[in-house]
């Protein structure tokens, strides 16, 4: 039989490799929130939500001083930032508008809402909130069927007011 990992295991953070410190910190602390938990000089950082040890690694000790790695080499595709309602989407979504930072993209899945940018260092990362497990899309046989749609924008900015 083969391994399957238990059910409750979940990705506990992603470490990325960064050109300037301070700048990813502005990008992460300071335009998305996250909670500066331990700075190791000008090489690294640890961020976290809710006081968790980290979320996100930051660090320099490879990656100093260089230009984002090529868009079409292996590597990391984006950090995916769940947020626990849509409404907190909203608000996030709408403190890029503020900041006029850019998006590359803003999908509904049909299990998620999603909206994607790229940080200082060219690392995608998606904002998004899970739908109700209950809304999420299944074909007849009941095999789950994510979709890659528009996303109304007008919408879940109505969120903010509600």
């Given amino acids: 039989m083969n391994y399957i990992v238990p059910k409750d295991t979940r990705i506990g953070h992603v470490h990325l490799k960064v050109a300037d410190i301070d700048r990813s910190l502005s990008f992460y602390s ?5 909670e500066l938990i331990q700075r190791y000089g000008t090489q690294a950082a640890f961020i976290s939500a809710g006081g968790y040890h980290h979320h996100i690694g930051l660090n320099t000790w490879h990656s100093k001083g260089s230009e984002p790695a090529p868009k079409h ?9 769940l947020y626990p309602t849509r409404k907190d989407l909203a608000v996030i979504l709408q403190r ?3 900041a006029k930072y850019p998006l590359t993209g803003a999908s509904d899945h049909g299990v998620s809402e999603a909206i994607y940018l790229d940080d200082p260092d060219g690392n995608g990362v998606e904002l998004y909130w899970d739908k109700p497990k209950s809304e999420w899309p299944y074909d007849a046989e009941g095999n789950l069927q994510m979709v890659t749609e528009y996303l109304d924008i007008p919408d879940l900015l109505a969120e903010i007011d509600k």
């Avoid at 300071?30 to 996250?34: A, I, Q, V």
């Fill in 30 to 34: 300071e335009l998305l929130g996250f």
């Fill in 73 to 81: 080499y292996p590597g990391l595709y984006h950090t995916a930032i």
């Fill in 96 to 98: 890029l508008i503020d």
